[in-house]
Nanobody
Framework: QVQLVESGGGLVQPGGSLRLSCVAT????????MGWYRQAPGKQRELVAN???????NYADSLKGRFTISRDNAKNTVYLQMNSLRPEDTAVYYC???????????WGKGTLVTVSS
């Protein structure tokens, strides 16, 4: 049974940092592209970052330099380090695991990040 469980969200002041974690039960974790997406109120879900099985990363242009994605294949976990947070980063952050070439695409339930003073 595929399961993605996010944690680490919460309330943070502007300029602060948070680290999100996602533990995945997806079979052979190392073969999956792991990603973080976010959805702000009234907006569409958008890619934040993803990391391939070889460790290569891809970021939304607007987030480069502030957010860092990483993975620990031994722990079946993907992380998102978020620094210099802004109110516009407020959103529900979703973990994604995919091997879309094989039609596999899985989502967590999301964790809420609120950036506010």
């Amino acid at each position: 049974q595929v399961q993605l469980v996010e944690s680490g969200g919460g309330l943070v002041q502007p300029g602060g940092s948070l680290r999100l974690s996602c533990v995945a039960t997806v079979g052979i974790f190392s073969r999956y592209v792991m990603g973080w997406y976010r959805q702000a109120p009234g907006k569409q879900r958008e890619l934040v970052a993803n990391i391939a099985s070889d460790g290569s990363t891809n970021y939304a242009d607007s987030l480069k330099g502030r957010f860092t994605i990483s993975r620990d294949n031994a722990k079946n976990t993907v992380y998102l380090q978020m620094n210099s947070l802004r109110p516009e980063d407020t959103a529900v952050y979703y973990c994604n695991a995919n091997r879309r070439i094989f039609g596999m695409d899985y989502w967590g339930k999301g964790t809420l990040v609120t950036v506010s003073s």
